[in-house]
């Protein structure tokens, strides 16, 4: 296994100080989320308990870009989210969000993937190719960070209310509709 392939071990010291184990230095949120958007994943145990810590300090993260302006998560989902803590609905929000965030991966792969394989008549004109390359940076801009994250548990279809699986649906469907548009360039 390289090391890119197992989780970076990162230690809360007493201190609160997180404690790189690779690099034998110390490290800040900001780090850590930079570590995450590079594609590595990470773990955060309490020195001394051994406690998981990741979760925490990973909803720290977001709660921190949030705060500071930079919003992913609309009201919606947020309201959405914390209603599904205290409903019966908390066993299947995780696997409907890892299918979801998969199936934008996929989308994002199959969409970039399109941009470089389709024999455009507008190749030829000058300056094509820095807009094409633009187009793709800002795609990979717009999903940075996006890796897997292991296994994404079981499917989403068939579990849930059926509004999860129409929401899902409905999202398979848009994305169906961009892939064919684009096909049509």
Known sequence: MTDDAKPLLIKRYASRRLYNTETSDYVTLEDIARFIRDGRDV???????????????????????????????????????????????????PQFLAASFEMLREGQSQLMEQFSSI????????GFDALQRQQQAFLKSMMAGWTPAGSSGPEAEGTGSGGDREELNAIKKQLADLQSKLSKL
């Open 43 to 93: 773990q955060i145990v309490d020195l001394k308990t051994g406690d998981d810590l990741t979760r925490q300090y990973l909803l720290q993260i977001i709660a921190e870009h949030e705060s500071r302006g930079e919003s992913v998560l609309p009201i919606g989902v947020l309201t959405d989210l914390v209603r599904s803590y205290t409903s019966s609905a908390q066993s299947v929000v």
């Open 119 to 126: 024999p455009n008549p507008m190749a030829s004109m000058p």
